[in-house]
T-cell receptor, first 114, second 113 residues
């Protein structure tokens, strides 16, 4: 079946540090890939997405590139801020008959200290 | 456009009761998906509705059910509540329920005592 694996958290960084959160996936066909962010007490917000191989999604300084050869979609940011502290989820939609179904990784808690 | 709304935001029930949660999608979106989020199991897909039809279903017992109305609003129902049903229930909407972006509501936090 389809699955998403994220790096173990929590991740603790100082402000302005470089961030990488690893995400790898298993899926048949050509999934669409997403990063969502969840702040305390809230639902999920789309951070970025990519729909085909070699696409780069970007938003608010975050980037991720869809790498089909390594089945990866790692999230990066060059300089994190305290306000980036949240839980980050990598997800895929496998397409086909996977109507409306996102498969999520386990989430990575990010804490950024001043 | 208004975002996805969910009511109620918080709910406390006791074991054996049933509960109904409501979700209003973004205007024009016809697909509504439901997810359960718990610390132990993470985010798990419950089911998806499109044009009042359930097209996809996750691996949950029959106590979990849903429906969609002609205006695309959706409800999910959990009967005979168990302690393990305590969770954040999230709904998400998208235009077609294919591989496009799903937009999430704030969730309903259910506590079963």
């Amino acid at each position: 079946g389809n699955s998403v694996t994220q790096m173990e958290g929590p991740v603790t960084l100082s402000e302005e540090a470089f961030l990488t959160i690893n995400c790898t996936y298993t899926a048949t066909g050509y999934p669409s890939l997403f990063w969502y962010v969840q702040y305390p007490g809230e639902g999920l917000q789309l951070l970025l997405k990519a729909t085909k191989a070699d696409d780069k999604g970007s938003n608010k300084g975050f980037e991720a590139t869809y790498r089909k050869e390594t089945t990866s979609f790692h999230l990066e940011k060059g300089s994190v801020q305290v306000s980036d502290s949240a839980v980050y989820f990598c997800a895929l939609n496998a397409g086909g008959t996977s109507y409306g179904k996102l498969t999520f990784g386990q989430g990575t808690i990010l804490t950024v200290h001043p | 456009k208004a975002g996805v709304t969910q009511t109620p935001r918080y709910l406390i029930k006791t074991r054996g009761q049933q509960v109904t949660l409501s979700c209003s999608p973004i205007s024009g979106h016809r697909s509504v998906s439901w997810y359960q989020q718990t610390p132990g199991q993470g985010l798990q897909f419950l089911f998806e509705y499109f044009s009042e039809t359930q097209r996809n279903k996750g691996n949950f017992p029959g106590r979990f059910s849903g429906r969609q109305f002609s205006n695309s609003r959706s409800e999910m129902n959990v009967s005979t509540l168990e302690l393990g049903d305590s969770a954040l229930y999230l709904c998400a909407s998208s235009f077609l329920g294919a591989q496009e972006t799903q937009y999430f509501g704030p969730g309903t936090r259910l506590l079963v005592l």
